[in-house]
Nanobody, 124 residues
């Protein structure tokens, strides 16, 4: 399975961006998909996860601002990011796991499929 992220860019603080992640094939076995982000010099961190039944999980830092969703018809994962802040600046990665989100969580070793990442830059 190949994952390709689209939609990064630059925005001012308070603005919005929507990221998309297209999977190359049918994703029935991908029980958990999610978005992670990484700032240079820091570890990659979990942002939001969504289970195959649509149940979402969010990091505390993005709750109420970001929304993860999935279009099963097009095998596309989305991350709607609102009220962006400079601390949201990072490379955002799409990932998929064969495990359910409750098991995979933020354990990146349980996500065998990763996109190449897309840069999000928020200026103050």
């Amino acid at each position: 399975v190949q994952l390709v992220e689209v939609g990064g860019g630059s925005v001012q603080a308070g603005g919005s961006l929507r990221l998309s992640c297209v999977a190359s094939e049918y994703t029935d076995t991908l029980r958990c998909m999610g978005w992670f982000r990484q700032v240079p010099g820091k570890e990659r961190e979990e942002v939001a996860l969504i289970q195959s039944d649509g149940y979402p999980v969010y990091a505390e830092s993005v709750k109420g601002r970001f929304t993860i969703s999935k279009d099963y018809a097009t095998n596309t994962l989305y991350l709607q990011m609102n009220t962006l802040a400079p601390e949201d600046t990072a490379i955002y990665y799409c990932a998929a796991s064969l495990w359910y989100c409750a098991a995979a969580g933020g354990r990146q070793d349980l996500y065998p499929y990763w996109g190449r990442g897309t840069q999000v830059t928020v200026s103050s």
